[in-house]
T-cell receptor
Framework: NAGVTQTPKFRVLKTGQSMTLLCAQD?????MYWYRQDPGMGLRLIHY???????AKGEVPDGYNVSRLKKQNFLLGLESAAPSQTSVYFC??????????????FGPGTRLLVL | KNQVEQSPQSLIILEGKNCTLQ??????????LRWYKQDTGRGPVSLTI?????NTKSNGRYTATLDADTKQSSLHITASQLSDSASYIC???????????FGSGTRLSIRP
């Protein structure tokens, strides 16, 4: 199993450009998440999905959109990139549980630089 | 406000030595606490998970403790190895499991 994969690994954008980050998981997990990680701060949840066709906002959703058209894929879109969106983006997935004990499996991250 | 605070921010120790990382939280209600290891340029990997009723959990040379009364957790690393150099992140899940709060991590460097 490849686990959780992310593409691209690194990208440089100019302010105002758009792009889509792709996350794929092969563990048949119901839940998928997008986080951003900035220096000196904990990971912050952008959007998440509890199943195919469903998405929900996390802690810092502004400026981002997501789609979960297939269970194994979770896309994060930036419609008009801003320098404040320079960050490392992590995707994660987990099984569906009712106890909250699910382990999140993280991808390797996408480093985004917005000039 | 639900928060997770970790200390120290960074730590340097010699190979073979032991160390303890701290995590204090104000998350309420509490569901569980996990420790993750994040190597440079990689995603976090789960080390341990503890619920309210568990006060210690081991994973090889890693031992996590939890005091739910004082809302404190620690991660003890025994006989450190160069491969232990990484950031260690404390993560607390709110009781309803609707929110997961990440600490900012402790950056551990092991010197030969």
């Amino acid at each position: 199993n490849a686990g959780v994969t992310q593409t691209p690994k690194f990208r440089v954008l100019k302010t105002g450009q758009s792009m889509t980050l792709l996350c794929a998981q092969d563990m048949n997990h119901e839940y998928m998440y997008w986080y951003r990680q900035d220096p000196g701060m904990g990971l912050r949840l952008i959007h998440y999905s509890v199943g195919e066709g469903t998405t929900a906002k996390g802690e810092v959703p502004d400026g981002y959109n997501v789609s979960r058209l297939k269970k194994q894929n979770f896309l994060l879109g930036l419609e008009s990139a801003a320098p404040s969106q320079t960050s490392v983006y992590f995707c994660a997935s987990s099984k569906q549980t009712t106890s909250g004990r699910e382990t999140q499996y993280f991808g390797p991250g996408t480093r985004l630089l917005v000039l | 406000k639900n928060q997770v605070e970790q200390s120290p921010q960074s730590l340097i120790i010699l190979e073979g030595k032991n160390c303890t990382l701290q995590c204090n939280y104000t998350v309420s209600p509490f569901s569980n606490l996990r420790w993750y290891k994040q190597d440079t340029g990689r995603g976090p990997v789960s080390l341990t998970i503890m619920t309210f009723s568990e006060n210690t959990k081991s994973n090889g040379r890693y031992t996590a403790t939890l005091d739910a009364d004082t809302k404190q957790s620690s991660l003890h690393i025994t006989a450190s190895q160069l491969s232990d150099s990484a950031s260690y992140i404390c993560v607390v899940t709110e009781g309803s499991a609707s929110k997961i709060i990440f600490g900012s991590g402790t950056r551990l460097s092991i010197r030969p």
